[in-house]
């Protein structure tokens, strides 16, 4: 079993910033992809942004230039660094990994969100 925990969501104000963090913990061998979706009010879950074991990353059109991710496989760790955040960035933020067990599954994992909002 294994678990995604994101962290560091919160209000800020448009143009400022934040900082997500997201913690895989349990019975981890390997993990390959990891990403960012999120889901706004009313919306589907969308894919903002998806890192590989390697370090190459890809983004959504509405992420690139403002959003990095990253990852430290050393911590089990994926961030997403946010800047120049509009009110259409307001949206649940998920984390999601692709994660091989001790035991040999595979588990494509969620986290339980992060809730982003942006408003004056």
């Known amino acids: 079993q294994v678990h995604l925990v994101e962290s560091g969501g919160g209000l800020v104000q448009p143009g400022g910033s934040l900082r997500l963090s997201c913690v895989a913990s349990?019975?981890?061998?390997?993990?390959?992809?990891m990403g960012w979706y999120r889901q706004g009010p009313g919306k589907q879950r969308v894919l903002v942004a998806v890192?590989?074991?390697?370090?190459?990353?890809n983004y959504a059109d509405s992420a690139k230039g403002r959003f990095t991710i990253s990852r430290d496989n050393a911590k089990n760790t994926v961030y997403l660094q946010m800047n120049n955040l509009k009110p259409e960035d307001t949206a649940v933020y998920y984390c999601?990994?692709?994660?091989?067990?001790?035991?040999?599954?595979?588990?494509?994992?969620w986290g339980q969100g992060t809730q982003v909002t942006v408003s004056a």
């Open positions: 349990g019975s981890i061998f390997r993990i390959y992809a």
């Open positions: 999601n990994a692709d994660i091989a067990t001790m035991s040999g599954e595979t588990y494509h994992s």
């Open positions: 890192i590989n074991s390697g370090g190459g990353a």
